[in-house]
């Protein structure tokens, strides 16, 4: 059933989705669960990225939280853009919120640097590239018309194909985005090879090309959704994977790389889990499990890292996870299942903060 005062099959007034707050909390929560193993070494496959070329169901998360941020901006600026504000007016809040995702990103890397006793600090990263790409794409709702916007979209698409052709390789360290990041951060990317003096970031400044798109196209999507177009939204799905498998022999799926054929693939789903998180949570009332994850996204993911780092740098993370799951289940199960039920674990404690935190209605807008 629709929302009261809202026209059938559209957004209701306020703008708010509970659907896109559970996609984006059980987003976040997978993002933990894969981040925080108890063991490195021993990691379900499922849990892992692709090593380079390929997909696994971890290497939907990211851009499916992208996806997710291009829906929520069109929720929210959209709105308030019909009902006759200016777009001047939105352009500062914008640049604030994305200046501090960007600045807890670097500062989580700082902490990260002291708690590892890394050798280099790392410059680019998760929540860089967040602050980056909602920063654009917000901008592009303000300022960009609707047909701009599907023109950016193959524009980026089809340039960043171009561009990663005439860099002649997309093996590891050889391409032209590990190339440009050895050059731009050097020793600060992510990996970085002395012997060869080259380094890749799977954050880095050209493959954030891709992930802009991905941004846009959930841009794209949450205006769809915001005018009850469900038929358009499942039609783009279908679309963007088959165009994705298409593309595929000639440019495969890459993480690392945020290839063209990637972002549609991972679009693809991504819509068709937005439509079905709408339809089961939104219109058919299911419960809407994750929400609390996802009303706190930002704060549950810096929290739990800077957790994480704190137990490292205290020596507590080890014998913890030895003492509480490793001794006693690896005789019995092997070592996989407790590296998973730590990780689980970690979630759930988490689950319990952010509980708590909704429950007294206390939401951290970074």
Same mark, same amino acid.
């Given at each position: ?10 957004? +209701? ?6 659907s ?12 933990l ?17 692709? @090593? #380079?070329d ?44 994305a200046?501090? *995702? ?10 990260? =640097? ?13 929540? @860089?590239? *967040? ?11 303000? $300022?960009?018309?609707?047909?701009? @916007?599907?023109a ?13 052709a005439?860099?002649?390789? !997309? ?7 590990s ?5 731009? %951060?050097?020793?600060?990317?992510? @990996? $970085?090879? +002395? ?9 880095g ?12 196209l959930?841009?794209?999507?949450g ?6 177009? %469900? ?20 440019l495969?799926?890459n993480?690392?790389? #945020?290839?063209p ?14 439509? !079905?998180?709408?339809?089961?949570v ?9 929400? /609390? ?10 929290? /739990?890292?800077?957790?994480? =780092? ?10 913890? $996870? ?5 001794d006693?289940?690896? +005789?019995?199960?092997g ?5 998973l ?8 404690? #988490?689950?319990?903060?952010v ?12």
């Open positions: 059933m629709s929302s009261a005062g809202a026209p059938p099959g559209r957004v +209701p007034a306020g703008g708010r989705l509970a896109v707050d559970v996609l984006r909390g059980l987003t976040v929560a997978a993002m669960l894969v981040n925080n193993p108890g063991d490195w070494g021993h990691v379900y496959a499922p849990l892992l990225h692709a @090593q #380079w390929g997909f696994t169901p971890t290497d939907l998360i990211f851009p499916l939280f992208l996806f997710i941020v291009g829906v929520s901006i069109s929720l929210a600026l959209g709105r308030q853009l019909e009902r006759g504000q200016a777009p001047a007016s939105l352009q500062w809040p914008v640049m604030l919120r200046a501090r *995702i960007i600045g807890l990103g670097l500062l989580l890397h700082l902490c990260a =640097y002291w708690a590892f006793d890394l050798a280099h600090y790392r410059v680019p990263g998760v929540l @860089q590239r *967040i602050g980056v790409c909602y920063l654009l794409a917000a901008m592009v709702t303000l $300022y960009v018309p609707v047909r701009g @916007q599907w950016l979209i193959v524009v980026l698409l089809a340039g960043y194909w171009a561009l990663l005439a860099g002649g390789s !997309l093996a590891p360290l050889d391409n032209i985005a190339r440009v990041d050895t050059a731009l %951060w050097g020793v600060h990317c992510y @990996q $970085y090879d +002395p012997s060869t003096g080259r380094g890749h970031d799977p954050e400044l050209v493959s954030t090309l891709g992930a802009l798109a991905t941004t846009l959930g841009l794209r999507a205006d769809a959704l915001r005018r009850g177009q %469900w038929r358009r939204l499942l039609v783009a799905a279908i679309v963007s994977m088959g165009l994705a498998l298409l593309w595929r022999p000639w495969p799926f993480k690392n790389l #945020w290839t054929s990637y972002v549609l693939w991972s679009a693809g789903l991504a819509s068709g889990l937005l439509l !079905l998180a709408h339809g089961l939104d219109r058919r009332g299911w419960p809407a499990v994750g929400r /609390s994850f996802g009303v706190n996204a930002i704060a549950a993911y810096a929290g /739990s890292a800077f957790m994480l =780092y704190g137990l490292v740098a205290l020596g507590w993370l080890e014998p913890l $996870y030895r003492h509480g799951f490793a006693w289940m690896t +005789p019995r199960f070592p996989y299942l407790p590296s039920a730590y990780a689980l674990a970690f979630v759930g404690l #988490w689950w319990g903060v509980r708590w935190l909704d429950a007294r209605k206390i939401h951290f807008k970074v």
